[in-house]
C-alpha cells in the first residue's frame, strides 16, 4: 500500500539546521510530485512548496525561501526537508504530501514531523 | 494570494446534515479540495476538484460549488467525524488553505 513515512520529532536551538526525511513506498516516486505543508502549533495548514521528483526542481512558496531546502534521494524514494538557522516560529509539525496529478489535491500524507526551536 | 474564508466553528447533533462553506478571494475554477484533520494526525482527503469523492471515503461526505464559492456536507454527521476540516485551492499560486472549521458534536 502507499505509504509516506516521516523521520522523528526533533529538538533544536535557535541558529541550528535540522533535516526531515519523508520516505515513499507503493508506488513510483518519479511519477508524484511531493509537497511541504508546515502547522504550528494549534494553527492552520501553510503551503510551503514542492520538488518535481522527477528533475529535481524545488519551488517554494514566498514566505519560505532562503532557509528552506527541498531535496531528494531518488534511489531511495525519499524526499528531503532541511531548514538553517532556526527560529522560534519555525516550531511547528512539518507534512509531506504526495499531490494527484492533473487536479493540485494531496491524496496521501506523512504522519508529520514534530520540530521544536527552543533554548 | 487567494485567501480561502472558513466559518471556525459548528455544532450539530449526530445525524443531522451539516454543510461547511469555503469563500476563495478569486475564482479557483473547481480546483478545491477537502480534508479531514484529528488531533495529533495528519490531514485526510475527502473530496477533490470541488465534487470528487476520495478513494475510501464514505458516501456521506459530498462537495459542490465552483468558481469562488464551495460547500462540504455531510449526511448525516456520526460521531466519528468530529475534526478540523480544512478546503485548499490549487488553481492559483501559492497553493493556500482554508483556516479550517472545528466540527463538534452536540
Known amino acids: 500500500q502507499i505509504q509516506l513515512v516521516q523521520s522523528g520529532p526533533e529538538l533544536k536551538k535557535p541558529g541550528e539546521s535540522v533535516k526531515i526525511s519523508c520516505k515513499a513506498s507503493g508506488y513510483t516516486f518519479t511519477d508524484y510530485a511531493m509537497h511541504w505543508v508546515k502547522q504550528a502549533p494549534g494553527k492552520g495548514l501553510k503551503w510551503m512548496g514542492w520538488i518535481n521528483t522527477y528533475t529535481g526542481k524545488p519551488t517554494y512558496a514566498d514566505d519560505f525561501k532562503g532557509r528552506f531546502v527541498f531535496s531528494l534521494e531518488a534511489s531511495a524514494s525519499t524526499a528531503n526537508l532541511q531548514i538553517s538557522n532556526l527560529k522560534n516560529e519555525d516550531t511547528a509539525t512539518y507534512f509531506c504530501?504526495?499531490?494527484?496529478?492533473?487536479?493540485?489535491?494531496?491524496?496521501?500524507w506523512g504522519q508529520g514531523v514534530m520540530v521544536t526551536v527552543s533554548s | 494570494d487567494t485567501v480561502l474564508t472558513q466559518s471556525p466553528a459548528l455544532a450539530v447533533s449526530p445525524g443531522e446534515r451539516v454543510s461547511i462553506s469555503c469563500r476563495a478571494s478569486?475564482?479557483?475554477?473547481?480546483?478545491m479540495h477537502w480534508y479531514q484533520q484529528k488531533p495529533g494526525q495528519q490531514p485526510k482527503l475527502l473530496i477533490y476538484k470541488a465534487s470528487n469523492l476520495a478513494s475510501g471515503v464514505p458516501a456521506r461526505f459530498s462537495g459542490s460549488g465552483s468558481g469562488t464559492d464551495f460547500t462540504l456536507t455531510i449526511d448525516p454527521v456520526e460521531a466519528d467525524d468530529t475534526a478540523t476540516y480544512f478546503c485548499q485551492q490549487s488553481w492559483n499560486d501559492p497553493r493556500t488553505f482554508g483556516g479550517g472549521t472545528k466540527l463538534e458534536l452536540k
Open positions: 478569486e475564482g479557483v475554477n473547481s480546483y
Open positions: 504530501a504526495r499531490m494527484i496529478r492533473a487536479t493540485g489535491g494531496f491524496d496521501y
